[in-house]
């Protein structure tokens, strides 16, 4: 990228992964008035911005009753800690109903609603396949009969909601990490508009909500290349109000014999999808960004765009070939480099 190129993008936030790692309290960007903290959370970093109109203190206080927000609903949402509600309903898989917050058994109930609209390309019981698939420095690929015989545990439809008990069949469990950070970031942005901070940029690990502009313009999301070194964009996203994500076989995978095992499975089969190697979504929520840009990655460019255009958002696929497809209103949206 030339300088006078990075000089137009700038300041620019980028998407996919492209976050630098920096683990930052609050700090001012006295050029800008943007006020902006860092922090870890929920397995990834997190990037809160407000413009903060000559109210600094005001901001900081509203950026940190955002991330209270985040912390309350990592509390409710993770499988991954033994005493939330979604856990207890794991622990009690085929054995009993348990009762969960309003707010938990909507956002299941949400859930089982994408799994039927994606043709069960989003599941909620993903994590009945167990730990057959990590990507840590240990990774060897399953076996066909591993990954079969864990398959048999997914079911989005095998959840039962009765008033706000869920009940799970044995072996059945449910993770929200597909669901819950997008959630996250929602109302994390909900929590900056009611304090009076409009102008904001909420962005979960790349799932980038985007309220009002930064200084007058809509806000500058970069979109990673999924063949080049992190950093190089193929392009730039011109928003304001609305949510962008980007889904990519290259955020957590590993190559064994020339294969790339990503961490993108599709629930029908078990195995990492490959009709796709990166695709962004422009949608008005972020919930609903990242479920379809995971439901979109698995099915491919032809069922994939047919899918964003049923649910009405915009969207770019990359196929393996590494030829793009898009929507009308995300070229419109998009500047190539």
């Not at 683990?23 to 990834?44: I, K």
């Not at 008990?165 to 469990?173: A, T, Y």
């Not at 102008?199 to 790349?206: A, E, K, P, T």
């Amino acid at each position: 990228m030339n300088k006078t190129l990075r000089r137009m993008l700038l300041p620019l936030a980028f998407v996919g992964g492209l976050l630098a790692l920096r683990f930052a309290t609050a700090e001012r960007a006295q050029e800008s008035g943007v006020l902006r903290v860092q922090r870890p959370l929920m397995g990834t970093v997190w990037n809160v911005e407000v413009a903060d109109h000559a109210q600094p203190a005001a901001a900081r206080r509203a950026i940190e009753m955002a991330y209270s927000e985040l912390e309350r609903i990592d509390a409710l949402m993770s499988e991954w800690k033994p005493e939330s509600p979604i856990s207890r309903v794991d622990a009690a898989a085929g054995n009993e109903a348990v009762e969960v917050p309003v707010e938990l058994r909507e956002l299941i109930q949400r859930s089982i609603h994408y799994g039927e609209i994606t043709g069960g390309t989003f599941d909620i019981t993903w994590r009945g396949m167990g730990t057959i698939w990590h990507f840590d420095e240990a990774f060897v690929p399953p076996l066909e009969a591993e990954v079969a015989k864990a398959r048999k545990n997914v079911n989005f439809r095998a959840i039962q909601v009765v008033g706000n008990r869920v009940f799970l069949p044995e072996g059945v469990n449910i993770g929200l990490g597909g669901i819950a950070k997008g959630y996250a970031v929602d109302r994390a942005s909900a929590v900056l508009a009611k304090a009076g901070f409009g102008d904001s940029l909420v962005d979960g690990g790349g799932d980038v909500r985007v309220s009002g502009t930064r200084n007058g313009v809509p806000w500058r999301l970069g979109i990673q290349d999924p063949r080049q070194a992190r950093g190089r964009i193929l392009g730039v996203v011109h928003l304001s109000n609305r949510v962008l994500v980007t889904s990519g076989d290259y955020e957590r995978f590993r190559m064994v014999n020339g294969v790339r095992y990503h961490h993108i499975i599709d629930p029908r089969t078990g195995w990492p999808s490959g009709a796709s190697i990166s695709v962004s979504v422009i949608a008005n929520s972020a919930e609903q960004g990242v479920v379809l840009a995971k439901a979109i990655f698995i099915l491919g460019p032809e069922k994939g765009l047919s899918l964003a255009r049923a649910e009405r958002v915009e969207a770019l696929v990359i196929d393996p070939s590494e030829k793009q497809f898009a929507t009308e209103g995300f070229s419109q949206l998009f500047e190539s480099n």
